[in-house]
């Protein structure tokens, strides 16, 4: 299993994870690479999968 949480996040949820507006990951989270899941009519985000998604996304500085 990979590390993170196998929790299951609303949008709202993932929006505060993220620091972005729920609107902006609306518009964004296929566009960015995020697997969404329905559950029901639901979507939601696995906590484990932004931990990954984000750790792909780092921006080195060089100082």
């Not at 964004?28 to 984000?54: C, P």
């Amino acid at each position: 299993m990979r590390g993170g949480s196998n929790r299951l996040l609303t949008p709202a949820q993932t929006a505060e994870f993220l620091s972005v507006s729920l609107h902006t990951l609306y518009g964004n989270w296929r566009a960015w690479g995020l697997t969404g899941y329905r559950v029901g009519k639901h979507l939601r985000f696995r906590e484990r999968d932004l931990e990954s998604w984000l750790s792909r996304h780092v921006v080195n500085k060089h100082v």
